[in-house]
């Protein structure tokens, strides 16, 4: 009996130590991601153009409440948090008018650009009001300039901001695919247009995550995320060509932002 009574108390006593302990790991796992300085840069898919909620002080930049940056912060409460992403950012604009706000004690930094480098916009005009034939060779001119331009116009942001921040976890987002092929759409661009587009976006994410990788940056893959939420999906976190509020096209929705990128920026942050 005593030397039951004896085990008894030692459980209760190491049981009793696991538990402090524990709970001071999970303080000190939330203190440490209070404690980070996060800056979100990059174009109109990071400042959550057409998701709403726009913060009229962000002006043109349309920075949007439900965009993924300002998800995770409201979920994370980090230390500090500038919201520095843009409507039509190019890599240019990052690189001018985006990194005030990096410094030395910046720990994560999250950017999606790219995309207006390559003509994203031109390339969806044109597909839209043009020719098949017209759609599928102005895809294939933005194709070569990823090939053989953007990946300096990156390396040229990723360098600058490792200077800036070079303890940063950089985390950089690409871009989904825009339509499930065979889908519900009965009208519109035809299917060999969409799959270009698709292709593409594919050749884009390759290109960016190639760079980031060789800058020690991390690369989020949305494509996964977005799979059964594109275009012609029957429940897409993707604006079609909206000829009220052109500028959504394309965009992701709330959902998309919340579903599509902010479990990713979770899952590598």
């Not at 950017?111 to 597909?127: E, K, L, R, Y």
């Amino acid at each position: 009996m005593k030397m039951s009574r004896l085990v008894a108390f030692s459980s209760s006593l190491l049981l009793g130590t696991v538990l402090a302990l524990t709970g001071a790991g999970v303080a000190q796992a939330k203190e440490s991601v209070q404690a980070v300085d996060y800056v979100a840069l990059g174009d109109s898919y990071s400042s959550g153009v057409g998701a709403g909620s726009y913060d009229s002080a962000s002006g043109s930049c349309k920075r949007s409440t439900r965009a993924y940056p300002a998800l995770w912060a409201a979920a994370n409460s980090p230390a500090s948090f500038a919201f520095k992403a843009c409507s039509g950012a190019t890599t240019g604009d990052v690189t001018s008018s985006q990194l005030s706000f990096l410094s030395a004690s910046t720990d994560l930094v999250s950017i999606s650009v790219g995309g207006n480098d390559a003509g994203f916009a031109d390339v969806m005009t044109t597909c839209v009001l043009q020719s098949e034939a017209t759609c599928l060779s102005r895809i294939a001119t933005a194709r070569a300039f990823v090939d053989s331009t953007l990946p300096g116009r990156l390396d040229s942001v990723y360098t600058a901001i490792s200077a800036k921040s070079p303890a940063a976890r950089v985390v950089v987002l690409g871009y989904p695919r825009f339509y499930k092929l065979a889908g519900s759409c009965i009208a519109g661009l035809s299917e060999n247009e969409r799959a270009a587009i698709n292709g593409a976006a594919d050749h884009l994410n390759a290109a960016t995550a190639k760079r980031a990788a060789d800058h020690g940056f991390t690369f989020g893959d949305v494509t996964s995320t977005f799979t059964g939420h594109e275009i012609c999906s029957g429940s897409a976190w993707l604006h079609s060509v909206n000829w009220l509020n052109i500028g959504e096209s394309y965009h992701p929705t709330a959902a998309g932002q919340s579903g599509g990128y902010l479990p990713v920026l979770s899952s590598k942050a």
